[in-house]
């Protein structure tokens, strides 16, 4: 049965006179056309997005590489694996540098067995409650690989999926060591279904071996030809029951960097084959594999029909986090740019240019749909925009055809906004403006004319958004009411939609047990999605997206105009280019209300069969695993004449469509 149930209900409305509330649209009457790229997505690899997320790798740590760029530590290079697994098997592990598989992924580990039957394992995700360890399932197949040396081995190894005391969970797969670095690869099939398995491998003779890149992916994933390897199969389906125009990628605060330029996230790093591929701390706290590197995100933007939108540094390192190095001088600045042009070249060149030649050895041809770059993630004053000036000059002088995006600070307002706003209107009218805003849910409410007011030339990227609530237990709930503040919003943001052209929620998704930001759009585990109800607002809105807005207007039953935030009733109508009609409304007000809706000038004669999708519940209401205490319904509603009426009950969004 599916996750979301719908509960298909047949309302009959015919108006009933005395409402207090009307809205009447008028579907003759366009007042802009709305933004086909409105709803998006922001992915970041913060709360495990990306490892231990997305991405399809289930072991942790796999090449050896984890190092916190804070606090170096030796220990952390076995971060994930556990050693001397089978008693019977003495042996010692360490970490060794000398000869490494390539210059980018410079450690490996070094086994001796001084007994025949020495074991390690690594250990997944985790083996707390949520974490969970490596989820296997009974039946399914998986991809297992790794990178052996034989130092003075005669022996095999073997590799099988097992508990943490090494009881077999699979079938095993044995490998022969040679004197150099080599692959080895095999399948296994799961025996058993657990939460907790381990990626164990045993030498059976005496000697010493060296080891890298131990991976092991479900064979149904996403992407298994592409070179990182692929993605997880139910959270890109999430990702795609949201419609996505577009991706925002790789971050956020990780594209920056921070504290020092070691830790810059270079996409150059992230392409090619992937032990080839030079791991980062990610200053969420865990090192990035780039498993899903560039590459990667561009091919994920095609599966999920979504326009590519990368993110690229400025020049300078995350401003939130100071003290920090110096920012690039002009030098430095010269060779970052070429770096962004290589970049621009891997997604639009052909294969008779250096990185375009790249992107078809990786597997892809045909040049990515790319159109938008964004130079910088919450920056503001001289110091950036003196940067992003030069580097967005040498993007449009290449690629004119880019828009380029501009960071519009880290906040709603304030002097630190207003200043970055006028400097942007002044010095960049053509870019698209990139603004960030975490603020209180009644923000929301009270804001949504924010954007009535702008001039209608430079465009608005909404780039991070959330309604935060008071948080509980160090965590701000993903709760209904936060998600209703959002949808009231957002009927805001689709009334300006010609200038705010597009927008995102973020962060995007959270690996429960190992968040870092709250609240998120999506929580998983390693087996299970937890949509939350500020992702079926995302969802109900970008589903239904019209063409034009029109002229709406809600009343009282003399007919004067309603305030939004005095009824608590929110709304936006739209026509499609087909003369379908689409009404989005919200209450927020805490009670049960009966608008009664009029469409004007449609062609809806007699009765009309509407349909109606509705989110609604308690205010505090959250979801949770195996507890979807919110989800949307779907609904008929009958319209007479182009009137029905429609009750909503206290938090509530409902998008109503005419076809
Ligand atoms: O979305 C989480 C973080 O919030 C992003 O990395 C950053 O851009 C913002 O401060």
Not at 18 to 40: F, M, Q, R, W
Not at 395 to 404: G, L, R
């Amino acid at each position: 049965m599916r996750r979301f149930l719908a509960l298909v209900l047949l309302i009959l409305c015919l108006p009933v006179p005395g409402n207090a509330e009307k809205l009447i649209c008028d579907a003759s009457a366009p007042v802009h056309e709305i933004s086909p790229t409105l709803y998006g997505l922001f992915f970041e690899d913060i709360n495990h997005a990306a490892d231990g997320g997305l991405y399809a790798e289930l072991t942790q740590n796999r090449s050896f590489e984890y190092q916190d760029l804070t606090a170096p530590s030796a220990y952390q290079h076995l971060n994930g694996w556990q050693f001397n697994v089978h008693p019977e098997g003495n042996g010692k592990a360490s970490i060794e540098t000398d000869l490494p598989l390539n210059e980018n992924n410079p450690t490996y580990v070094r086994i001796r067995a001084d007994k025949a039957g020495y074991g390690f394992q690594n250990l997944g995700y985790g083996s707390s409650a949520f974490r969970g360890g490596i989820v296997l399932r009974e039946g399914e197949r998986y991809d297992v690989s790794v990178w052996l040396r034989g130092i003075d081995y005669g022996g095999n190894v073997t590799v099988t999926l097992t508990t943490k005391a090494g009881e077999a969970l699979s079938d095993a797969a044995v490998f022969t060591p040679g004197g150099a670095w080599e692959k080895h690869a095999a399948v296994l099939t799961g025996r058993s279904s657990v939460q907790d398995a381990c990626l164990t491998f045993v030498m059976d003779a005496v000697g010493e071996i060296d080891v890298d890149m131990a991976s092991l992916m479900p064979q149904d994933r996403v992407g298994a030809d592409w070179p990182g390897g692929g993605l997880r199969r139910d959270l890109v389906e999430a990702l795609r029951e949201l419609h996505p125009r577009f991706l925002r990628f790789p971050g956020g605060c990780i594209v920056e960097g921070s504290w020092v330029w070691d830790n810059l996230y270079r996409w150059k790093d992230t392409v090619g084959p992937v032990e080839q591929r030079k791991e980062n701390w990610n200053t969420w706290g865990y090192m990035q594999s780039y498993g899903i590197g560039f590459y990667e995100y561009f091919c994920l933007c095609e599966e999920l029909g979504a326009l590519p939108l990368p993110v690229v540094g400025s020049g300078l390192l995350c401003q939130a986090r100071e003290p920090y190095e110096s920012p690039m001088n002009d030098e430095g600045l010269a060779s970052w740019t070429q770096d962004i042009l290589d970049l621009l070249e891997f997604a639009l060149g052909g294969a008779d240019s250096e990185w375009g030649r790249l992107r078809c050895e990786m597997g892809h041809e045909a040049p990515f749909d790319l159109k938008y770059l964004a130079i910088g993630n919450e920056n503001w004053a001289d110091i950036y925009f003196t940067r992003y000036e030069k580097i967005r000059n040498a993007v449009k002088a290449a690629y004119p055809q880019i828009t380029c995006i501009v960071a519009c600070g880290p906040v709603a307002e304030g002097s630190l906004f207003n200043a970055s706003r006028a400097r942007i209107l002044r010095a960049f009218p053509d870019d698209t403006a990139d603004e960030h805003y975490y603020m209180d849910s009644d923000w929301f409410l009270r804001n949504t004319h924010r954007y009535d007011l702008y001039p209608r030339s430079t465009k608005i990227f909404l780039g991070e958004y959330a309604a935060h609530e008071p948080a509980a237990g160090g965590r701000r709930p993903n709760n209904l009411y936060s998600a209703m503040c959002e949808a009231a919003y957002l009927t805001g943001i689709e009334r300006n939609s010609d200038v705010v052209t597009m927008c995102c929620y973020a962060p995007l998704l959270a690996r429960l047990g190992m968040d870092q930001w709250t609240p998120d759009l999506i929580w998983f585990s390693g087996d299970q999605v937890v949509r939350t109800p500020n992702y079926y607002v995302q969802q109900m809105f970008s589903e239904s997206l019209g063409d034009e807005i029109i002229r709406s207007e809600l009343t009282d039953d003399q007919g004067a105009v309603l305030r939004e935030t005095a009824s608590g009733l929110y709304h936006t109508a739209s026509r499609t280019a087909d003369g379908g009609v689409i009404i989005k409304l919200v209450n927020v007000s805490g009670t049960e209300k009966t608008v009664a809706v009029e469409v004007q000038n449609g062609d809806f004669p007699g009765a009309a069969a509407g349909g109606m999708k509705m989110l609604s519940g308690q205010m505090q209401d959250t979801n949770a695993l195996d507890a979807e205490r919110i989800a949307p319904q779907d609904m008929q509603v009958t319209f007479q004449d182009g009137c029905a009426d429609i009750t909503l009950p206290a938090y509530c969004a409902a998008v109503i469509t005419l076809p």
